[in-house]
């Protein structure tokens, strides 16, 4: 459990080893405060959506599931995609409302971008990991939570940089979205280093 956790937050960090959410990634990420709220609400939506959909997997979808209904030879496997992106939009919703309600700063902060969290790369791909390496639903949620740290963390240090840089004295030519992409390979070949590491 625990390799999976480190691994999922920093071997297999999604947004700076496989590159998934780098739109909101690069959006979001002007300033600290709303890199925090969105890397925070990207943490809730990770841990709650992958083991959900690790559970629907293992009990509905896969080959054998309806066992118990004298069904064995019924795979619903195909409809994984369908089922996933179903929980995360539902999930996404309830987030929506909740930082509505309570928390209308930071609502108004993250705009468009909270229910672009629904089809967010990085949130629809860790549920895929999930099923590609067929981790059970505990792993699931450790796998979760890991890998939503892992892109909060990379975002809120990246949103960082990018406000120390606004008062570097830069080449006109790596001003802006140029400097944005160096840092980024800058990272991620930083997180690359932790491949090493042996747990």
């Known amino acids: ?109 993250l705009g468009s971008f909270l229910p672009l969290i629904t089809v967010n790369c990085a949130v629809l791909g860790a549920s895929l990991f999930m099923a590609e390496r067929r981790y059970t639903v505990p792993e699931a949620a450790i796998y979760g939570l890991g890998s939503g740290i892992g892109w909060a963390l990379a975002i809120i240090a990246f949103a960082a940089i990018r406000e120390r840089l606004r008062y570097s004295d830069m080449p006109a030519g790596v001003r802006g979205l140029a400097s944005a992409f160096l840092v980024t390979g800058l990272m991620s070949l930083g997180f690359a280093a932790f491949a090493r590491v042996a747990l």
């Open 1 to 109: 459990m625990i390799e999976i956790l480190v691994a999922s937050i920093f071997q297999e960090n999604l947004a700076l080893a496989y590159f998934l959410g780098i739109c909101t990634f690069l959006a979001v990420s002007e300033r600290v405060d709303t890199a925090v709220g969105l890397g925070l609400a990207i943490i809730v939506v990770q841990t709650i959506t992958v083991p959900v959909n690790a559970l629907i997997l293992n009990g509905v979808l896969i080959e054998g599931a309806w066992r118990w209904a004298g069904l064995p030879e019924v795979d619903l496997t195909y409809l994984r995609l369908v089922a996933f992106i179903g929980v995360i939009a539902a999930i996404v919703q309830v987030l929506e409302m909740t930082l509505d309600r309570f928390f209308p700063r930071l609502y108004v902060a």
